[in-house]
């Protein structure tokens, strides 16, 4: 019973955790009854930490949130390609072929991934997305001090699903998401009028090179489809002529451009199919979930395909009125017998394809791959010198991969009273890899010429990270709360890899070791770690609304000196509620502040402090080993980073409109490197803690609800934007820069190959052709100016409307499927007038540019011109078209293949409709939906045939001949019992 004074028209909001807010006005009433309508707990509400610790208004550092039905409808292969644009700050480089894993950034670093509270090293193909209850992202150094794994470069959390308290009783779900990959969204496009060969001659005779440039690869050929004046085909002996067999020689067969869509002609529609059922258990005392999961790819490339089986448990109990119970477990199993290479080389089907086989050739053709009579021995191909037959590769150069993961926790808490809380918690992480390699006879791999080679590696992971700490939660007085939280951790790492190869196959075919033609070669590895540390975390909170965190971590690591593994790191927050503080205007709903300062660590990479023998070369059958070249330091510290973070949370018009914004300043330093010595020394490099950086960056993330009416039509949207940039403070003694990047400039910087240009930017030339600089120098900068995402759910009625976009701005990518198009011939570009001179055997391309005419220029060390006395006059040299291309685009400069990374793409479309009720009782459903999706549907880019979003930091934004970016569309069926 309670008594309120209030004017008839002020509007009262009545809310509690667990249940919507409801409005209610005054009017004329004296008795006002609402009943709150239960729902999910949201994140502005709830958040569990790193150590399973729920809170939300008292955190001082940002935390974003994804709820795992967002990834249930048009499912990615990885798991980790459906946060892309859902949350700032986090960057998720996504690739383009089957079974390539996505890369992800969090503020511009790799960071630490926990599944229910344990640190898990995983690469997101052994995480179902059916078993994904949310996904938490928070940067380790503000507020994951106490995270059990020491770990500077942030956190993304996974909370799994569990029972639904809200509905007792067994539940029986299950979700089917069908995707199919036909069209792509970026695909080369190859020129059509020219075909193999060199300077416009091409004949064949044994693909080899004793023909007419039929071992060179060039598409620097004839013209196509010429006739003559009697409508004659002009002739051209090709690989598949008819062969005199008086002579042996190729008779001249017309020359056509029967291959205009090579590439689109080998790959086929490619299928996703993903599948889970679960079974939920909820009962007074506790629940249960069992979930099963199929995921099949069946791959665009012929003969690719992959599997992924997950079964999940987890359960709840309470075993007493203060001990309860909480286990995981998931096995999950990957598996596939073959898929594609990627990347340069002659073992990618794109590069073979793509630049080296003209449209003189019909790539179906090749679908018979063995040369007849020579089956098993020979692939058949056009060219027998450089590249390999794509189908041959697709059926025959085979890599499998079969990966068992197991991971799981168990948690025990035991209420030893009202306030006190002891905790038990161990997690552990196994998986078990085999990999092999299957390598035909006659495969091609430049000048390593094999008889068939069997490649077989296995590796084995054990990690165990173990917790006990005592948690005390007691209201001190009406006004004052404390929270504490006192522990210790162990985490135990075990890994072993072993590597072995054949020297050449006995029998073509047979891939077995003991068919080795030789002795095997083979290597092994083992690696241990052990780390231990105490914590603890101490929180006193003000009339619920202001709210001060301190946390406390000392770590002793095995991979440090003995007499120097001990470090430690702490942390503070404050936040305050100042909106349930002072009086706010009507139209702000709720306001947060907070402010943060952390100081992590990250310790070395295992035996970096131990000088150990290398194996050497075999000398007439004898061994030999080789000492380090590294001059390892017993001293060596862990590195550490110091980070501020200040933020603001703001609620307005009812909850209609709310922003979150984020600003971080951190130093990185004491970071370990490899500096080079002289050689005299008798080592190449030493290690050693130098340089330091410095790493800020911008973060906001809206949410807004333009337009509601009632409870069935709503439109909701979600923007998120960041911005990171790093810098480089200070430099090791002895050095003036790190990779061309000086004190006080960004760590991102785009370095190559330099066109020499004149004072007016004019290329200038040299005997007809671009010169370049002496020294690698600046092209800009590789990262973005910001990264954005868009998310919009449309709900009216039974329908939802689902869009997301997301994009780059800015930054630089490096694209070699650019330049080598250029250089092979291949490219739309490379089609002009003066190729037919060229073939006609006339010079006619002027480059425009100038070229020196007199005087000189002085460079200082670093190639900058301190002195200019040069006088310049246009270039009017004439060179063959075929050599400028490859002079401007594949060996003078890096500039012509440098281009702006910006992007935006329509990167997921959901229509759900959810049948009514009367509906899904006739196949005995409690609900059912069914939804049109789509994912990768539309980009808009400068960057000419790929996908700019595929390079990453780690291929230091170089695109790498990329598979073509597939567009996926098909629909998903969700059903409840």
């Not at 914004?661 to 970071?671: G, I, P």
Request: aromatic letters at 12%; proline letters at 5%; charged letters at 20%.
């Amino acid at each position: 019973m309670y008594r309120i004074q209030a004017g008839p028209v002020i509007p009262w909001f009545f809310r509690h955790l667990g249940f919507s807010t409801r409005e209610a006005a005054v009017g004329g009433r004296r008795v006002i009854d609402v009943a709150l309508a239960p729902e999910a707990v949201s994140l502005d509400a709830l958040v569990v930490t790193a150590l399973g610790i729920e809170r939300r208004r008292a955190l001082g550092y940002a935390v974003q949130e994804v709820d795992g039905r967002e990834l249930e409808k048009a499912k990615e292969p990885n798991v980790l390609g459906s946060l892309t644009g859902k949350v700032a700050g986090l960057t998720v480089y996504n690739q383009t072929g089957l079974f390539e894993t996505p890369e992800i950034r969090l503020q511009g670093r790799r960071p630490l991934i926990v599944v229910d509270g344990v640190p898990h090293e995983t690469d997101f193909w052994d995480i179902s997305p059916d078993d994904v209850g949310k996904r938490q992202r928070a940067q380790g150094d503000r507020g994951f001090g106490t995270v059990r794994l020491p770990w500077q470069d942030g956190a993304v959390l996974i909370t799994t699903k569990r029972g639904n308290r809200n509905r007792p009783g067994l539940a029986v779900a299950y979700n089917s998401s069908n995707l199919f990959q036909n069209g792509f969204v970026a695909i080369p496009e190859v020129q059509t009028l020219y075909g193999t060969g060199y300077g416009g001659r091409y004949a064949y005779r044994d693909g080899k090179g004793g023909g007419v440039f039929d071992g060179a690869g060039w598409i620097w050929g004839p013209r196509l489809d010429q006739t003559g004046p009697d409508g004659s085909c002009m002739k051209v002996a090709q690989y598949d002529s008819p062969v005199d067999p008086a002579t042996g020689a190729y008779t001249p067969t017309c020359w056509t451009s029967r291959g205009r869509n090579n590439l689109e002609n080998f790959l086929h529609t490619g299928l996703i199919t993903d599948h889970n059922l679960s079974v939920t258990s909820t009962t007074e005392s506790g629940s249960f979930r069992a979930s099963l999961s199929h995921l099949y790819q069946r791959g665009q490339v012929p003969n690719t395909r992959l599997n992924k089986t997950t079964f999940a448990l987890s359960g709840v109990q309470n075993l007493g009125d203060r001990f309860r119970a909480d286990a995981t477990w998931t096995y999950n199993r990957q598996y596939t017998p073959n898929y594609p290479r990627t990347g340069y080389g002659p073992q990618n089907y794109v590069y073979n394809l793509l630049l080296w086989t003209g449209v003189d050739v019909d790539v179906r053709d090749l679908r018979n791959y063995w040369q007849q009579g020579r089956e098993g021995i020979q692939q058949r191909h056009y060219n027998y010198a450089w590249y390999n037959n794509p189908y041959f590769l697709a059926y025959e150069n085979l890599q499998g991969y079969y990966k068992d993961t197991n991971y799981g926790r168990v948690a025990l808490d035991y209420d030893l009273s009202d306030a006190l809380k002891l905790t038990v918690r161990s997690g552990a992480n196994l998986y078990s890899l085999t990999e092999d390699l299957k390598v035909p006879l006659s495969l091609i791999n430049y000048e390593d010429a094999t008889n068939g080679n069997y490649v077989l590696e296995d590796a084995k992971n054990f990690d165990l990270d173990t917790d006990v700490f005592l948690g005390y939660d007691q209201p001190l007085s009406t006004d004052w709360e404390l929270k504490a939280t006192v522990g210790g951790n162990n985490r135990w790492y075990r890994y072993t890899h072993q590597w072995t190869r054949t020297a050449g196959l006995n029998v073509p075919g047979l891939y077995n070791l003991g068919n080795s033609a030789t002795d095997l070669r083979a290597t092994n590895r083992l690696e241990r770690k052990r780390t231990t540390a105490l914590f603890g975390t101490f929180d006193v909170g003000f009339r619920d609304a202001v709210f001060l965190g301190v946390t406390a971590r000392n770590d002793w690591s095995s991979a440090l000196p003995e007499q120097n593994n001990s470090y430690f790191y702490p942390s503070v927050s404050l936040a305050a509620v100042v909106s349930d503080l002072l009086p706010v205007p009507a139209t702000v709903r709720y306001l947060k502040l907070r402010a943060s300062w952390a100081r992590v660590a990250n310790d070395l990479e295992l035996y970096s402090t131990t000088p150990v023998y290398n194996s050497g070369v075999n000398w007439n059958g004898t061994p030999s080993v080789v000492f380090p070249s590294a001059q390892l330091n017993p001293d060596i510290q862990p590195e550490q980073s110091t980070t501020w973070e200040f933020g603001a949370d703001a609620r307005f018009f009812g909850d209609r409109l709310g922003v979150d914004v984020t600003h971080y300043n951190s130093v990185d330093e004491n970071d370990i490197i490899y500096l080079p010595v002289s050689e005299a020394s008798g080592f190449g490099s030493r290690l050693l803690n130098a340089n330091k950086y410095r790493r800020r960056g911008w973060e906001v993330a809206l949410n807004a609800t333009p337009l509601k009416r009632g409870e069935s039509v709503a439109w909701d949207l979600g923007l998120n934007w960041s911005r990171n940039r790093r810098y480089l403070l200070e430099l090791a003694p002895g050095l003036d820069n790190l990779n061309g990047v000086r004190p006080g400039e960004r760590m991102d910087l785009f370095r190559g190959w330099l066109f020499n240009r004149a004072p007016d930017g004019q290329i200038i030339y040299a005997r007809g052709l671009p010169t370049y600089q002496p020294a690698i120098g600046k092209i800009g900068y590789a990262d973005p100016d910001w990264v954005a995402g868009l998310n919009s759910r449309l709900r009216a009625g039974n329908f939802a409307l689902d869009l997301q976009f997301d994009g780059r701005y800015k930054g630089l990518i490096y694209s070699q499927t650019h330049r080598k198009m250029w250089w092979g011939g291949t490219h739309p570009g490379t089609v002009t007038s003066f190729r037919d001179d060229e073939n006609a055997g006339k010079a006619t391309y002027v480059g425009e540019g100038v070229v020196v005419v007199s005087g000189g220029v002085k460079r200082d060390k670093d190639g900058n011109i301190i002195e200019d006395t040069r006088v310049f006059a246009p270039n009017t040299t004439p060179v063959f078209w075929s050599t400028w291309v490859n002079s401007y685009y594949h060996n003078t400069s890096d500039e012509p293949n440098v281009f702006d990374a910006s992007f935006v793409k329509f990167r997921e479309f959901g229509l759900t409709y959810r049948l009514p009720a009367r509906w899904s009782r006739r196949f005995a459903a409690d609900a059912a939906s069914v939804s049109l999706v789509g994912r990768n549907l539309w980009m808009w880019s400068e960057v000419d045939f790929i996908d700019p979003e595929t390079a990453s930091p780690d291929s230091r934004y170089r695109e790498d001949l990329q598979t073509p970016s597939a567009r996926n569309v098909g629909f998903n069926v969700n059903l409840t019992f």
